[in-house]
């Protein structure tokens, strides 16, 4: 079987700018009118150069003049358009290729995500999708324009006389091998930059994460050791290429715009021998002086030409990351009974098993509680459960169907997911609460919150309901969050509720109320509880025990202290625990 021909980056690039060809093709047209109306220019000093060295008058260049206007206004507006069409192209297909990028994470195994540091995803989505715009909106365009212009100035002088053309040359050919030098190792040295500077954006943002503990324990920026070496590393790299780098960008920079070293001394020979008339020598000096710059303008795209094959692998990866498979047709579910069986998970390596054969009936309209030491699986059977990851053995089945066959809008529709983490936008309150079902009212957004008792720490905020909670919920209480997170799930109104130690971050005092509260909210719905307070599940329908990713027992409270000795002693641990508290 012939093996299939790998696509460029440029090519992948192009596709994913498919529904604005058309403005990136009318921003080359725009740009290749600009070149026509800067080649009048030149065409029309050199004639003007001829009638002056043959005895013409003043009044025979005045024509020329007034060309010379209409060429520069014509470039003028042909180049502004030609940028502001390529921009507004561009623009709109980063926007698209960054909405891409969003809805792929969500349809990719909650276990990529998490075993990808939250540094790279900034880094790719911000970054290297607007490190394509370059590319996109002027390499395009101007490059197109500027490596035109040269070309037509050669093939003028050309022929004029194929020897100055050749002298004209002289310095950009230099100046080409130079480059060509620089640009051999660029891409690998951009390669080299792409991975440093992710891992010093991976050590930023969990040095940002950590700042409690950092300040708490009276540690600096400079103390902490894998962010002051990520940072050391990348200013080193950096200033290595750099180095590396210089003296072949100086040469081209140098010698290119050079061009009159070569072309006056051959000039004035040829000249000088009779080969060469005056106007002809004169009409050459002015054309090679608009000949270099340019070119050097086209040049300082070679960057981008480099670096686009890193950007676009990088931005590749997300996009073809492995899926969760899920079809797009909605199924019939006969019942909200969910089972597990023999289910098997591996995370990470191979041969790291969180979970083996779990078995497991969760009836609908049930309080089912999974409890365990910490790692024992408990808060992975949810998450699978859940849909975030896929088994990787055995079934999960909802209703008599494997999840694996519900498309992920009906899976997502059926079950309300809230855990000690749950994450709140930089949006007021009542945006982050009614964001568990859009087209709620406001009344019922303060209806379930006074439900889920936050109502009254709500309205003592500045604002009120429309206070912002700031990124990630950083102006609230880690209490306050959860309640909110909490109220979230209850708004969304899901036949399953699923509770991974929801209330962990919660003092007593309102766990009680947020317990009272989760009762009512979920009355007629099936609820699985994940919990360290054994307190707060004693009355589930069932609790299951589990245990180094295996499910050792399951009863109701009272059979599970008398048949698990493992529940047995937890459950003496946490009476041990509230009588010494």
Known sequence: ????????????????????????????????????????????????????????????????????????????????????????????????????????????????????????????????????????????????????????????????????????????????????????????????????????????????GGIQIVKAFSQSAGSYRRYADAVEENAVYYKNWMKENQKFMCIMQTVTPSVLLVVLPVGLLLWSQGGLSAADFMTVIVLSLGFTGPFLAAMSFVDELAVVGTNVDEINDILEARELERPEKKVTLKDRMIQLEQVSFTYGKEDEKVLSDVSLTIRPQTVTALVGPSGSGKSTIAKLIAGLWDVSGGSILMGGCDIRDIPLDQLNQQIA???????????????????????????????????????????????GYDT??????????????????????????????????????????????????????????????????????????CIVVVSKGKIVAQGTQKELLESCPLYARMWQAHIGTKDAA
């Open 468 to 541: 912002v909670c700031g990124s990630g919920g950083g102006h609230l209480s880690g209490g306050e969050k959860q309640r909110i997170s909490i109220a979230r799930a209850m708004l969304k109104d899901a036949p399953i509720v699923i509770l991974d130690e929801a209330t962990a971050s919660v003092d007593p005092e309102n766990e009680a109320v947020i317990q009272k509260a989760i009762l009512a909210l979920t009355k007629g719905k099936t609820l699985i509880v994940i919990a360290h307070r054994l307190s707060t599940i004693a009355d589930a329908d």
């Open 417 to 463: 997911y809230v855990s000690q983490d749950n994450y709140l936008f930089n949006r007021t309150v009542r945006d982050n609460i009614r964001m568990g079902r859009l087209d709620a009212s406001d009344r019922e957004v303060e209806a379930v919150a006074k439900a889920a008792g936050c109502d009254s720490f709500i309205r003592a905020l500045d604002q």
């Open 1 to 208: 079987m012939k093996e299939k021909k790998k696509e460029s980056p440029f090519s992948r690039l192009w596709s994913w700018a498919k529904d604005y060809h058309g403005g990136f093709y009318g921003s080359v047209l725009l740009a290749m009118l600009g070149v026509g109306g800067s080649m009048v220019a030149y065409f029309s000093v050199a004639a003007m150069i001829r009638i002056l060295l043959t005895g013409g008058g003043l009044g025979a260049c005045m024509h020329w003049c007034l060309l010379m206007l209409i060429g520069y206004v014509a470039k003028s507006l042909c180049s502004a358009a030609s940028t502001a069409l390529s921009h507004r192209a561009t623009y709109h297909a980063l926007r698209d290729l960054r909405k891409q990028l969003l809805a792929k994470l969500s349809r990719v195994p909650m276990g990529t995500i998490l075993d990808t540091p939250s540094g790279q995803y900034k880094t790719t989505i911000v970054d290297r999708v607007e490190g394509m715009e370059p590319t996109l909106a002027h390499l395009i365009p101007e490059m197109t324009s500027n490596l035109l212009i040269p070309i037509f100035i050669a093939v003028y002088i050309f022929c004029i006389d194929w020897r100055m053309g050749l002298a004209s040359l002289a310095t950009t050919v230099i100046g080409m091998i130079a480059a060509s030098q620089s640009a051999k190792t660029y891409a690998v040295k951009w390669d080299g930059a792409v991975a440093v500077g992710r891992k010093m954006a991976n050590a930023i943002v969990e040095y940002i």
